[in-house]
T-cell receptor, first 109, second 115 residues
Framework: AQRVTQPEKLLSVFKGAPVELKCNYS??????LFWYVQYSRQRLQLLLR??SRESIKGFTADLNKGETSFHLKKPFAQEEDSAMYYC???????????FGSGTQLTVLP | NAGVMQNPRHLVRRRGQEARLRCSPM?????VYWYRQLPEEGLKFMVY????????ESGMPKERFSAEFPKEGPSILRIQQVVRGDSAAYFC?????????????FGSGTRLTVV
């Protein structure tokens, strides 16, 4: 079955430490992958997409087809990065986004 | 461009009543998606609609839930005879035909509380 897995429900790091939020997928072919972020009580926002290979707010994510992973990384976490992060592949004939269960990142002072 | 507009922001219903959630997509967007976020859980896909068509409703509960996206007006997610387990945040997203590969734009959500 096609699915996306975010193995960590909760992740805490100290300010200034590196952070990596894991995402593994099991979709056939080459899904397009996104990371979305949801700050407390705000709407879901697009953080970055793998097709554009961009860096937003210091975050990057590399698609590793061999490991079928799309981990989100930031070298130096900031307190304002505390939020819920969702990995989401866009796939299938209907081209819909399917979200992982999310990882709640807390950056401690 | 006002973005994706959802209303109401908060909705309280008694068990057995009907809940109607509205979503106006971004201007120029013809694809609408509904997601549900239960407390302490992630986003679950419910339904994908285009104007006057349901494209994929694989995430919709079999009973009491329905969705439409008429030619004119907002998309409506309708929940009949609500139960406590329907309490959740319901998010709508939209995209255009051209931009679907670039992700969706989400609304602020409707928080439904069933008492």
């Amino acid at each position: 079955a096609q699915r996306v897995t975010q193995p960590e429900k909760l992740l805490s790091v100290f300010k200034g430490a590196p952070v990596e939020l894991k995402c593994n997928y099991s979709y056939s072919g080459s899904p397009e992958l996104f990371w979305y972020v949801q700050y407390s009580r705000q709407r879901l926002q697009l953080l970055l997409r793998h097709i554009s290979r961009e860096s937003i707010k210091g975050f990057t994510a590399d698609l590793n087809k061999g490991e079928t992973s799309f981990h989100l990384k930031k070298p130096f976490a900031q307190e304002e990065d505390s939020a819920m992060y969702y990995c989401a592949p866009l796939s299938g004939s209907a081209r819909q986004l399917t979200f992982g269960s999310g990882t709640q990142l807390t950056v401690l002072p | 461009n006002a973005g994706v507009m959802q209303n109401p922001r908060h909705l309280v219903r008694r068990r057995g009543q009907e809940a109607r959630l509205r979503c106006s997509p971004m201007k120029g967007h013809s694809h609408v998606y509904w997601y549900r976020q239960l407390p302490e859980e992630g986003l679950k896909f419910m339904v994908y609609l285009q104007k006057e068509n349901i494209i994929d409703e694989s995430g919709m509960p079999k009973e009491r839930f329905s969705a439409e996206f008429p030619k004119e007006g907002p998309s409506i997610l309708r929940i009949q005879q609500v139960v406590r387990g329907d309490s959740a945040a319901y998010f709508c997203a939209s995209s255009s035909v051209q931009d679907v590969n670039y992700g969706y734009t989400f609304g602020s959500g409707t928080r439904l509380t069933v008492v």
